[in-house]
């Protein structure tokens, strides 16, 4: 056979098929590394080396290995680190409820990333409010959340951003009236009007502060594990999905888990 007189095309062509294979093989590898992180983060065993090595050209859906890995973070307890990772995934322009799931675990992290037991000076509480008024923004960012409900996208993020409107509002109001939500409270203070004088006065302002901080903390509390613990919430987003996602990268899940 003479190959002087085989058409350049055909070299084209040969060329093309040999970059055909060497990406196939690419992505087929980078779906054999994932699948391994989802089995093993199913099982508790973290590994985020794996994933690390996807965001090597990362593509495509180049945000899924910066939302596994924010996931391990989170579930580390790091959640700046998982802020940092969430936060870089949606800036790559993920699409349809990938978004929101990426949406509502960075407002997730950042509600947790605040040290509700030590907002003892205003500065504290002002940088607080800061962070809870972003982790709202990210949620009503087309409209996965809205401001009173009507046209949410998502349940699930329309109540946690719910839930952060109550923790603004305690936040702001620490010394507000309860007695509408608690009575023995109103049953305190009006023992502490009737029987006080100045010294009195210093005491009982010291245990109103101690109960309103306790307050705030049980309702922080109450908001956040509410999101973990009602059984809605994590049969849509606390298990792994029946399959690999559209692109074939990998097994689709949702808050706290891989894809």
């Not at 099982?43 to 965001?55: F, I, M, R, S, V």
């Not at 959640?79 to 997730?108: F, H, M």
């Not at 960012?141 to 329309?158: I, S």
């Not at 594990?225 to 990268?249: H, N, P, T, V």
């Amino acid at each position: 056979m003479d190959f002087k007189k085989i058409p350049v095309k055909i070299y084209g062509l040969l060329a093309l098929f040999l970059a055909l294979a060497i990406a196939s093989g690419i992505l087929f590898g980078r779906i054999l590394v994932n699948h391994s992180f989802v089995v093993s983060y199913a099982k508790g065993n973290y590994q985020p080396a794996k994933e690390e090595g996807l965001l090597t050209l990362n593509v495509p859906e180049s945000y899924l290995p910066y939302y596994n890995l924010g996931n391990v973070a989170f579930e580390k307890e790091d959640y700046n680190s998982a802020i940092g990772y969430y936060t870089r995934a949606l800036s790559l322009y993920p699409v349809g409820q990938k978004e929101c799931d990426i949406r509502i675990n960075l407002a997730l992290s950042m509600c947790y990333s605040i040290d509700f037991d030590n907002l003892t000076t205003q500065d504290s509480l002002d940088s607080a409010q800061v962070i809870l008024y972003k982790a709202r923004d990210i949620l009503l960012t087309n409209k996965w959340a809205t401001e009173n409900g009507a046209g949410h996208r998502d349940d699930d993020a329309q109540q946690l951003k719910e839930d952060i409107d109550r923790m603004l509002e305690q936040l702001q109001n620490p010394n507000g009236d309860d007695s509408q939500n608690d009575p023995n409270q109103d049953e305190e203070d009006k023992d502490d009007g009737e029987n006080s004088d100045d010294s009195d006065k210093s005491n009982n302002q010291t245990e109103k502060e101690k109960r309103q901080k306790d307050k705030l903390d049980r309702n922080k509390k109450d908001a956040l594990e509410e999101r973990r613990q009602d059984q809605d919430f994590l049969d849509k987003y606390g298990s792994q999905g029946d399959g690999e996602d559209a692109a074939g990268i990998g097994e689709k899940g949702g808050s706290y888990k891989p894809w």
